[in-house]
């Protein structure tokens, strides 16, 4: 069991669809990420975020909206999606000490969102 | 690229034997990571080595960092079945960005 958790973990949508993929930490963690992952690739970073803020969007089309209600929350909103975003959906956290300081530390993972979309 | 390019891209070995895997990197990093991913799963956080660092060991895993020639090393000793997964190395560049290598896939036969 990971302690990042993502839900759900599949998804299948049309490309007029509205849907939300959900990631949740209670490790006190606040640096979230999201990453996107086609299959026999590597994770591609998305979004970053610190302390609640957004903090590196790696330009990412607007069809992606990233949000972060609290510490222990980070939403992805997805809204008219082509199907060549079709992929694999990893959240991520890591410890910051604090909002300035850039802190390389190792990244937790969750088991992810499987999005298919028709 | 800062990403790490990873070799081989496949390896298969017999349980008990060793595995090596190595990166390759472009830029100056904060520290170089290894994780794993099992088929259909996030990944795990295997090691993490600075930069001031040349070699570091968890368990069976042994990493070596070369910052003169931007390289670094894998080695899983007495390898096991359950090791068979994808192996990523992940330079952490100074900007904080963890940028993920292309992968070694690694098969361990019973």
């Known amino acids: 069991d990971t302690e990042v958790t993502q839900t759900p973990k599949h998804l299948v949508m049309g490309m007029t669809n509205k849907k939300s993929l959900k990631c949740e930490q209670h490790?006190?963690?606040?640096?979230m990420y999201w990453y996107k992952q086609k299959a026999k690739k590597p994770p591609e970073l998305m979004f970053v975020?610190?302390?609640?803020?957004?903090?590196i969007n790696e330009s990412v089309p607007s069809r992606f909206s990233p949000e972060c209600p609290n510490s222990s929350l980070l939403n992805l909103h997805l809204h008219a999606l082509q199907p060549e975003d079709s992929a694999l959906y990893l959240c991520?956290?890591?410890?910051?000490?604090?909002?300035?300081?850039?802190?390389?530390?190792?990244?937790?993972f969750g088991d992810g969102t499987r999005l298919s979309i028709l | 690229s800062q990403q790490g390019e990873e070799d081989p891209q496949a390896l298969s070995i017999q349980e008990g034997e060793n595995a090596t895997m190595n990166c390759s990197y472009k830029?100056?990093?904060?520290?170089l990571q290894w994780y794993r991913q099992n088929s259909g799963r996030g990944l795990v956080h295997l090691i993490l080595?600075?930069?001031?660092?040349r070699e570091k060991h968890s368990g069976r895993l042994r990493v070596t960092l070369d910052t003169s020639k931007k390289s670094s090393s894998l080695l899983i000793t007495a390898s096991r079945a359950a090791d068979t997964a994808s192996y990523f190395c992940?330079?952490?560049?100074?900007?904080?960005?963890?940028?993920f290598g292309q992968g070694t896939e690694l098969s361990v036969k019973p």
């Open positions: 992940a330079p952490h560049n100074q900007g904080g960005k963890l940028i």
């Open positions: 490790m006190g963690h606040r640096a």
């Open positions: 830029t100056s990093i904060n520290n």
């Open positions: 991520a956290s890591s410890h910051k000490i604090s909002d300035r300081v850039i802190l390389f530390q190792p990244q937790h």
């Open positions: 080595i600075r930069s001031n660092e």
């Open positions: 975020y610190s302390y609640e803020k957004l903090s």
